[in-house]
């Protein structure tokens, strides 16, 4: 099913398809809370797969302007402009505006867990039920 999704939205994702789908199928159902560091078409794969599910999303958004990008309006998709290389603006979006949002799934492109923890996102995940899935691609 994922690689159909990743197909039709052509995500960069798509070579994970058996990956996430062995991770992620019996828990596609629940009403997670998933971060995605990022921009990147898997969003509207999330939002369909995880059908109860609130998809959030943190992007600089160097490359392209996020009201060109139409899924970003979509319902359960909530983003905002953050570097998450600085922390102060990092913790301005996780405790202002998304008022300390506790991660079930992160999902971010960078190569490793250590980076994460460096750049702070790591207090808004480590302790959601002693169950947080974190890829990086």
Same mark, same amino acid.
């Given at each position: 099913m994922l690689n159909v +999704?990743?197909?039709r939205y052509k995500s960069k994702r798509l070579k994970y398809h058996l990956y996430y789908e062995k991770e992620f199928f019996? /828990? /596609?159902f629940?009403? +997670?809370m998933i971060l995605q560091v990022g921009i990147e078409p898997s969003l509207?794969?999330?939002q369909r797969y995880f059908t109860r599910s609130q998809i959030?999303? @943190?992007d600089r958004f160097a490359y392209t302007d996020p009201?060109? @990008?139409s899924y970003l309006d979509e319902e359960r998709i909530h983003w905002s402009r953050c570097n998450v290389n600085n922390k102060k603006q990092l913790n301005h979006v996780m405790i202002d505006i998304w008022k300390k949002p506790r991660f079930? @799934? @992160?999902i971010d492109n960078i190569s490793n867990h250590q980076t994460m923890r460096h750049y702070g996102v790591d207090k808004y995940y480590k302790e959601v039920n002693n169950e947080v899935f974190c890829h990086s691609c």
């Open positions: +999704l990743f197909e019996d /828990r /596609r629940e009403p +997670l509207q794969v999330w959030y999303c @943190i009201k060109n @990008i079930n @799934i @992160i």
